[in-house]
């Protein structure tokens, strides 16, 4: 069992930034993808990021060019550093995971959450 804790969350103003960082409770985090994802109040959730365990990273488009995620096996974390935030940026993030997924559907393992909230 994995377990996934997301920190960094807060209330920033619209073009601030914040980094979120999800800590996983395992030592092979190296072989998880890893993704995180958001649900904005009344929305479904969506994909936001993702990192694979060979390091490939896909963004959504709402946030590329924005957004950066990366990854430190080291230390067994993925952050995500969110610039130029937005209103509607606004939601409680999610970070999630898969041993050796191709992609970032179906994850097995998620979080708790975290809320970003962006003022206008």
């Known amino acids: 069992q994995v377990q996934l804790v997301e920190s960094g969350g807060g209330l920033v103003q619209a073009g601030g930034s914040l980094r979120l960082s999800c800590a996983a409770s395992?030592?092979?985090?190296?072989?998880?993808?890893v993704g995180w994802f958001r649900q904005a109040p009344g929305k479904e959730r969506e994909f936001v990021a993702g990192i694979s365990w060979i390091s490939v990273t896909g963004y959504a488009d709402s946030v590329k060019g924005r957004f950066t995620i990366s990854r430190n096996d080291a230390k067994n974390t993925v952050d995500l550093q969110m610039n130029s935030l937005k209103p509607e940026d606004t939601a409680v993030y999610y970070c999630a995971a898969k041993k050796y997924s191709r992609g970032w559907d179906d994850m097995d393992y998620w979080g708790e959450g975290t809320l970003i909230t962006v003022s206008s």
């Open positions: 395992v030592r092979t985090f190296s072989t998880y993808t």
